[in-house]
């Protein structure tokens, strides 16, 4: 229980009259009340808060915070959170509003609102305490937007800036369609002290969206009834968009029957200029994705076709109801089932290499509600669709009348065997010498993987002399002995498959070789080098999922257009696990045809690796301490630099294979030779460029070097140089060197 304000006081005048009376010198303050922040959300939402990301993340790392939730929680600030029609107690509190949220949904200051995505948050202006209200149609956006609200209320209580990078609370409202299409600003009072919106405040996506998306013009099918492409006007005549609406509608005119579902009205595709308007009207990217305002909506490349019928399928299932019966496993199985290719290939011939490489998932997985962490869609659907091939009936809707049972599904599972499958062919990259950039994602909708900004980084990678980027995927591990993974491939901020694909394609289309490196983060203040399970149980299932992990980007790769691809980053407490680093190289390469590399830490792999010749490359990490010395000279540091050439060329002839520095890269601080692989400190552009010249002189390009890949830039433009002791090196005088390095001759 808290104390009331007058035990406070008298708390503060015995404090004080202590201090003045034990002459032990000055007074000490008295310990600050421990805020508490109240949740006022009803009974039925307040599991699925608990799910969202405050719950799991946010409040266990706010200290000093006290939170209670119930519907009639107080605190020192307030969250009222509610679904639509909000309570009759949520609509009182903002009576004086402009804003209903009745059972006519959102009105916003005259303009109603009615699509289920769209969210409301409010400030209310007249309390007594720091008070918001954030109510919603949609479970999944009223918990994002309402996380969003609690951060940002969290962390003004503590002062600790722990929230997200979206929505800062320096506004009144924000009504919210997705994350990057929002309507926000502040309340203002008129001469009579009437609560308004202020428009000098007001930003308006969602005006803006309007706009576009009424002024878009139609393409129709073959029929003009069951599908119609909306594109810009200026795009309305490009012949493939054409033949795309008529693919398209022939597809809905298969798979329809097969369903059943009666075409009642057509399906709208909206063509997306790229990934980031695409993410920005729908909150999620994709070959195609679901709107609120269209069925689809795709952005357009020739070879995505197959993906587009996949989720034209997606879209008939959810017409006739049956979506959301089954568990999105054998949802997505269905409509695979109906529009059948996937990934180049027709679904069944997937499934004896998927048996072959032992990925096929179990039958729990399958029949799961919700996705586990680490569901791989790529691996798990064509199986998915073989499980509604075995059931009884000729439409989805006799096939899933009522979901498979456990052992239904897992008999035909296992009547998938491993069956011929193509010789793996020994990678050659044909490349004298990989010029190459470490390219990272710049996690933001406007400049990740996804983003036309990759195009531009691509352009000033090429001006620096480099023929090569590596791009880099990664999974989540809460420990280093913990055996599950969570891959983060989810949402638009971060390393999406599409977004993976559209740099492949960018970078080979501009002439780039690519490296794609899966990565692992560790939890825990740990990294990969501390991977090690406890117990063989705790190993097996670490190489269930770390397979699955693997083979799932090598699918992903080899369907993009990677030249190279690394099996594992850094993982040097695995090892010794020779036999299951040697199986899985050998499953890598049934997805993988061309060349495969593991990206060896620099301080133990070198040596401690055995299975380099199932490699066509080593590939080491490169942090190599030049010398021991901050103060070292050039000399010392020549000295040191041609010891680390000739070990690599050592290490190199013993394995009889050519070696790829897959990392290599000092960071811009004092001394940066002495411990390469760290960051931070005291800021040196001439200490990290010393070091990159002293390296690059030693290493040359000897026959025995296949490549380097200089760590690191990122995806978008505006993210190079900086004062930060960090690894970037574009903008800095480290560019020079390996523009220096990466020029045509030595």
């Known amino acids: 229980m808290r104390p009331g304000p007058l035990l406070l006081l008298a708390l503060v005048l015995i404090a004080c009259g202590d201090a003045r009376g034990s002459g032990s010198g000055a007074a000490q303050p008295p310990p600050k009340p421990t805020p508490i922040l ?18 799991r993340w946010g409040a266990p790392r706010l200290s000093g915070l006290r939170i209670e939730m119930g519907p009639e929680a107080t605190g020192d600030a307030e969250v009222w959170i509610d679904r639509l029609p909000a309570s009759p107690a949520v609509q009182a509190g903002v009576k004086g509003l402009p804003v209903e949220i009745g059972s006519e949904g959102i009105v916003l200051a005259g303009t109603r609102y009615p699509g289920p995505a769209q969210s409301l948050a409010l400030r209310l202006p007249g309390a007594a305490r720091p008070t918001w209200v954030v109510v919603g149609r949609d479970t999944p956006g009223l918990v994002d937007l309402a996380d969003d609200v609690l951060f940002r209320v969290a962390s003004g209580l503590t002062g600790e800036r722990r929230g997200r990078r979206r929505t800062p609370l320096d506004v009144d409202y924000l009504l919210r369609e997705t994350p990057w299409m929002e309507r926000s600003g502040r ?13 000098a405040t007001e930003r308006n996506d969602l005006a803006e969206w309007d706009r576009w998306f009424t002024g878009l013009a139609p393409i129709r099918g073959d029929r003009g009834d069951r599908v119609v492409l909306l594109v810009p006007s200026t795009e309305r005549n490009r012949p493939e968009l054409t033949r795309l609406a008529a693919d398209l509608d022939r597809a809905a005119a298969e798979m329809a029957p097969r369903v059943p579902v009666a075409m009642t009205s057509p399906m709208t595709v909206v063509v997306e200029s790229d990934y980031v308007a695409q993410g920005r009207h729908t909150g999620e990217i994709g070959e ?8 689809l909506h795709l952005v357009y490349d020739a070879a995505d076709l197959p993906a587009y019928r996949f989720a034209l399928a997606k879209v008939l299932l959810k017409r006739a109801g049956l979506a959301p019966k089954v568990p999105v496993a054998l949802e997505r199985g269905a409509a695979l089932w109906l529009s059948r290719d996937w990934y180049g290939k027709p679904y069944p011939d997937w499934l ?13 997985e399958l029949l799961a509600r919700q996705e586990p962490a680490d569901a791989s869609v790529l691996l798990w659907t064509p199986a998915a669709a073989a499980v509604v091939e075995g059931l009884a009936g000729t439409t989805v809707a006799e096939k899933l009348a009522q979901a498979p049972s456990p052992e239904r599904t897992g008999k035909i599972l296992g009547s998938l065997r491993a069956g011929p499958v193509p010789a793996p062919n020994k990678g050659d990259l044909r490349e004298p010498f990989l010029k190459g950039v470490s390219l990272s994602m710049w996690n933001s909708l406007e400049g990740g993987y996804h983003s036309p900004s990759v195009g531009e980084q691509l352009d000033r990678l090429a001006a620096l002399g480099a023929n090569a980027v590596s791009l880099m995927p990664f999974a989540l591990q809460p420990g280093p002995s913990r055996p599950e993974l969570r891959y983060l491939n989810r949402g638009p901020g971060s390393e999406t498959d599409i977004g993976l694909i559209h740099a492949t394609r960018l970078s080979r289309a501009k002439g780039f070789h690519v490296l794609y490196k899966p990565h692992l983060w560790v939890s825990g203040n740990s990294w990969p080098g501390d991977v090690r399970m406890e117990t063989e149980k705790d190993w097996q299932a670490w190489w269930r999922g770390y397979r699955r992990y693997i083979l799932h980007h090598a699918l992903l ?4 257009g990677a030249d190279l691809f690394s ?7 695995t090892v010794d696990r020779d036999a299951e680093w040697r199986d899985l190289i050998a ?10 590399t593991y990206s060896g830490n620099w301080y133990g792999d070198l040596e401690n690796v055995r299975f380099w010749d199932r490699l066509d490359y080593m590939g080491i990490d490169a942090y190599f301490p030049l010398s021991a010395s901050p103060q070292a000279g050039r000399t010392d540091l020549e000295k040191g630099a041609k010891e680390v050439a000739a070990r690599l060329n050592a290490a190199s002839k013993r394995s009889g294979k050519p070696m790829i520095l897959t990392e290599v890269g000092f960071a811009a601080h004092k001394a940066a030779w002495v411990a390469p692989h760290t960051e931070g400190g005291e800021y040196s552009e001439d200490d990290q460029a010393l070091a990159y010249d002293v390296l690059f002189n030693a290493l040359g390009r000897p026959p025995w070097l296949a490549g380097t890949f200089v760590w690191k830039a990122f995806s978008a433009p505006g993210s190079d140089g900086g004062s930060e002791a960090d690894f970037r090196f574009l903008g800095r005088k480290a560019e020079r060197e390996v523009r220096e ?6």
């Open 557 to 560: 790769a080899s369907w993009a």
């Open 288 to 295: 195609a994705v679901p709107g609120t305002r269209a069925d």
């Open 187 to 199: 309340w203002a009072q008129t001469a009579d002290g009437a609560w308004t919106i202020d428009s």
């Open 587 to 596: 499953a890598t390469r049934l997805f993988f045809p061309r060349a495969v």
């Open 352 to 364: 004896p290499i998927f048996a072959a490489a032992r990925v096929l998932p179990e039958a729990g």
């Open 741 to 746: 390095y990466y020029k045509p001759s030595l």
């Open 567 to 573: 099996v594992g980053c850094e993982l040097s407490k």
């Open 38 to 55: 109240a949740i006022r959300a009803p009974e039925s939402l307040a599991a699925d808060l608990r799910e969202g990301s405050f719950f």
